[in-house]
């Protein structure tokens, strides 16, 4: 079955701790589909490139999931139904290969 990876852009609002609750009960509604799961990630990052590295903020993501799904217009229904779509928060989806 096709794997997706869904990023989190950061949300200020509400805190994590209720994100993380929130979050948790949806990841245990899906847990037969979900591969691998990560949240939140730490504020700071680097972009590395050949010339170097600096920091990374032109996108807060706050996370990681990747789930099963049998095509992409099925793994986006899924995570529409996530709190982070609910709190509007923005998410990327994107098919591994």
């Known amino acids: 079955m096709p794997r997706f990876m869904y990023l989190f852009v950061r ?5 994590i701790q209720t994100q ?23 504020p700071d990052a680097r972009l590395v490139t050949k010339n170097g590295n600096r920091d990374f903020l032109d996108v807060a ?10 095509s992409l ?6 995570v529409q139904g996530s709190p982070h779509a609910a709190l509007g928060g923005r998410i990327l989806v994107r098919r591994l290969i």
């Open 11 to 15: 949300l200020d609002d509400p805190d």
């Open 73 to 78: 217009s099925e793994a986006v229904r899924i």
């Open 20 to 42: 993380q609750k929130l979050g948790g009960e949806w990841l245990s509604s899906l847990a037969a589909g979900v591969v691998d799961s990560c949240a939140p990630f730490e």
């Open 61 to 70: 993501f706050g996370g990681y999931m990747i789930v099963n799904a049998a």
